[in-house]
């Protein structure tokens, strides 16, 4: 993984998923390690931030080693300056970037013109660390990843097309339900099938949520409107309208079914009002597993790190 872009989870393999999630519960139990000093991570954002942001800086500091933060609207990437440019001119100074953008096109045009790791800390196609991040907290809560049942109900977004890759990677059964016209890419799609078929799991994409929550270990949503969408929102509130994931529907899973959301969340929109503050729900673990895994995943990308550390799998 060393030196490496992080810009999909199919950059990754299914291994580098379990060394990741082995190293991430060792660096949460333990903590500090001195791996990175001397290293800069430039955390370089379009859109706004509370948890990426606030998980990379804390997760480089633990490390020993230090970030330097551009604000939204700062750089203006393909405005003030080239994206290609931006590129070549941070190369010099850090050792890797981590950047939000509206497109995905803009992480593509930075990792082919930068000399240093590009880790995508989401675009509009994907947010590959909050999928890392997820998968830790199922294998905390479950125990396992082969053989479970994820049901996301929502918009086919950059969150859904990044849990279907990483959790198909790894084995799971993944049951997506969203309205005509908001499905998941056909690209993303068949790709997940690909790896899902490797490994004998099975993808099912319905319109009806109810469909898909049936019987489901783990149930996920995400905001109906991601950021840059903002003028769509109240058109999508009527889209998602049968969307929203309550007491009923999730009455519908496993009993022990968990319910995870990246945050933020907009309570009585997609989720019921109180339903992430119950016992079923694992978001604040998620929000919290961020740091853990990016301490796993900047350790790998910039210090070579790859040693199978606690007893996980
Ligand atoms: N889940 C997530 O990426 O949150 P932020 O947008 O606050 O970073
Ligand atoms: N789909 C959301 C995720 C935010 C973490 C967005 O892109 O705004």
Request: charged letters at 20%.
């Amino acid at each position: 993984m060393k030196g490496k872009d992080l810009l999909s989870i199919s950059d990754l393999s299914g291994e580098d998923i379990h060394w990741l999630i082995s190293d991430a519960i060792d660096m949460k139990a333990k903590g500090w390690f001195s791996l990175l000093g001397g290293k800069t991570l430039v955390i370089m954002f379009e859109k706004p931030s509370l948890r990426t942001r606030v998980s990379f800086e804390l997760a480089m500091h633990q490390l020993g080693g230090q970030t330097i933060y551009l604000t939204p609207g700062e750089v203006r990437l393909g405005e003030r300056e080239s994206v290609s440019d931006v590129a070549r001119v941070l190369s010099r100074y850090v050792d890797a970037i981590a950047a939000r953008t509206f497109s995905h096109q803009t992480l593509e045009t930075l990792a082919r013109y930068s000399s240093v790791p590009v880790i995508n800390a989401l675009s509009d196609l994907e947010h590959p660390c909050q999928a890392l991040a997820d998968l830790l907290t199922i294998y905390e809560k479950k125990g396992e990843l082969q053989g479970l049942t994820l049901a996301f109900v929502g918009d086919g977004n950059n969150v859904a097309h990044s849990i279907l890759l990483a959790a198909s990677l790894m084995g799971m059964n993944l049951r997506i339900a969203s309205p005509p016209g908001y499905t998941v890419q056909d690209k993303i799609l068949h790709t997940a099938k690909g790896y899902a078929s490797d490994i004998g799991a099975e993808i099912l994409c319905t319109e009806e949520p109810q469909l898909a929550v049936t019987g489901a270990d783990v149930v996920y949503t995400d905001v109906w409107a991601s950021m840059g969408q903002e003028a769509e929102a109240q058109q999508r509130r009527q889209v998602f309208a049968g969307y929203q994931v309550n007491r009923e529907l999730l009455s519908l899973a496993k009993e022990d079914a968990i319910l995870m959301h990246p945050l933020p969340a907009h309570r009585g929109e997609e989720v019921a009002e109180g339903i992430l503050d119950s016992p079923r729900s694992v978001v604040f673990d998620q929000a919290e597993n961020r740091l853990h895994l990016q301490k796993a995943l900047l350790a790998g990308i910039l210090g070579g790190l790859e040693i199978p550390l606690a007893g996980y799998g």
